[in-house]
């Protein structure tokens, strides 16, 4: 079963229907969706921007001090500016995945967003981690601009029911280590391989059976997925797109793009098939198994 575990659904750019289409095309079985973060927004066709992300990742990989600045710089004044500015949503709308599961639930999972900061978010938690087809938490510490210490009670929360948090980490110094150090039966997957620490990340999750990393964005290129997959082993890793993301024309999604980095990897079929799937299905076990193999 091939699973895509990170996919924001905003029908504004992409309808869920298209994404089924593209799906079936990648035989990509069940997406797991994250409600919108911050307003629509597309890629553009621009040489300067290519540049820039490249420099970026270089940055990154090498001179992570200046690369963090370049990255905290996207979020200010409560605007992600990535190829214009956009406004970000404090509160998520988690009902916006909801309703698309009860759509399509033979397709579809769910991340329940939280913003720790938002008492109202908190308290409406487990009322989505009750609704079938929801698996576990995804977070943004990145874009809601604040310390992990403050999913302090959530990652509690996860740990004891046995489920799994998803996380876009700021540049908050060692970040990565706090969740795993104080809750060691949590089962953390950091977005984006772990942007914006990657190797050292990496070095981290060697020593940590429960944090993971996943293929999704384009932050990413197939080498530094490469990368992570030698450095973490394919039990590690687990592919996601992060469309809609990284899509330049209306309601098109192209799910063979993000795949084939995996599909490339030099390591036998059957442990890709771990990254493209197994992996995932082995974080959220004690989830409700019945309604997420059958819908």
Same mark, same amino acid.
């Given at each position: 079963?091939?699973?895509?575990c990170?996919?924001?659904?905003?029908?504004?750019?992409?309808?869920l229907?298209?994404m089924?289409?593209?799906?079936?095309k990648?035989?990509?079985?069940?997406t797991?969706?994250?409600?919108p973060?911050?307003e629509t927004m597309?890629?553009k066709?621009?040489t300067?921007?290519d540049?820039?992300?490249r420099l970026?990742?270089?940055?990154?990989?090498n001179f992570?001090?200046?690369?963090?600045?370049?990255?905290?710089?996207?979020?200010k004044d409560?605007?992600?500016?990535?190829n214009?500015?956009?406004r970000?949503?404090?509160?998520p709308?988690?009902?916006?995945?909801?309703?698309a599961?009860k759509?399509?639930?033979?397709?579809?999972?769910g991340?329940?967003?939280?913003?720790p900061?938002?008492?109202?978010?908190?308290?409406t938690?487990?009322?989505y981690?009750?609704?079938?087809?929801? %698996?576990?938490?995804?977070? =943004?510490?990145?874009?809601?601009?604040?310390?992990? +210490?403050?999913l302090?009670s959530?990652?509690?929360?996860?740990q004891?029911?046995?489920?799994?948090?998803?996380i876009?980490?700021?540049s908050?110094?060692?970040s990565?280590?706090?969740?795993?150090?104080?809750?060691?039966?949590? +089962?953390?997957?950091?977005? =984006?391989?772990?942007?914006?620490?990657?190797?050292?990340?990496?070095?981290?999750?060697?020593?940590k059976?429960?944090?993971? %990393?996943?293929?999704?964005?384009?932050?990413?290129?197939?080498?530094i %997925?490469r990368?992570? %997959?030698q450095e973490?082993?394919?039990?590690?890793?687990?592919y996601?797109?992060?469309?809609?993301?990284g899509?330049?024309k209306?309601?098109?999604?192209d799910?063979s793009d993000?795949?084939?980095?995996?599909?490339?990897?030099?390591?036998p079929?059957?442990?890709?098939?771990?990254?493209?799937?197994?992996?995932?299905?082995?974080?959220?076990?004690?989830?409700d198994?019945?309604?997420?193999?059958?819908?």
């Amino acid at each position: 079963m091939i699973i895509d575990c990170h996919f924001h659904v905003d029908e504004t750019m992409l309808t869920l229907e298209k994404m089924i289409e593209e799906m079936d095309k990648n035989n990509v079985e069940k997406t797991v969706l994250i409600p919108p973060l911050n307003e629509t927004m597309y890629e553009k066709e621009s040489t300067y921007q290519d540049n820039l992300h490249r420099l970026f990742r270089f940055l990154i990989m090498n001179f992570p001090k200046i690369g963090f600045k370049i990255y905290d710089g996207l979020v200010k004044d409560g605007y992600f500016k990535v190829n214009g500015s956009f406004r970000i949503f404090t509160e998520p709308n988690n009902d916006i995945v909801a309703n698309a599961i009860k759509r399509y639930p033979d397709r579809f999972l769910g991340w329940a967003a939280i913003n720790p900061t938002v008492p109202e978010s908190v308290e409406t938690l487990e009322t989505y981690l009750n609704l079938p087809g929801f %698996v576990g938490v995804k977070a =943004h510490p990145f874009m809601h601009k604040y310390s992990i +210490k403050e999913l302090d009670s959530i990652g509690a929360l996860c740990q004891k029911r046995d489920i799994p948090m998803i996380i876009h980490l700021s540049s908050e110094a060692d970040s990565y280590k706090y969740l795993p150090d104080n809750y060691p039966n949590l +089962k953390v997957i950091y977005a =984006h391989a772990g942007l914006p620490f990657w190797k050292s990340l990496w070095q981290y999750a060697m020593e940590k059976p429960n944090v993971y %990393v996943d293929t999704s964005s384009d932050y990413l290129t197939p080498s530094i %997925v490469r990368n992570v %997959v030698q450095e973490l082993g394919y039990r590690k890793v687990l592919y996601g797109c992060d469309g809609p993301y990284g899509m330049k024309k209306f309601n098109e999604y192209d799910y063979s793009d993000k795949k084939s980095w995996v599909d490339s990897l030099d390591i036998p079929e059957e442990h890709k098939e771990f990254i493209l799937g197994k992996n995932f299905m082995n974080l959220i076990k004690s989830t409700d198994l019945a309604f997420i193999q059958n819908g």
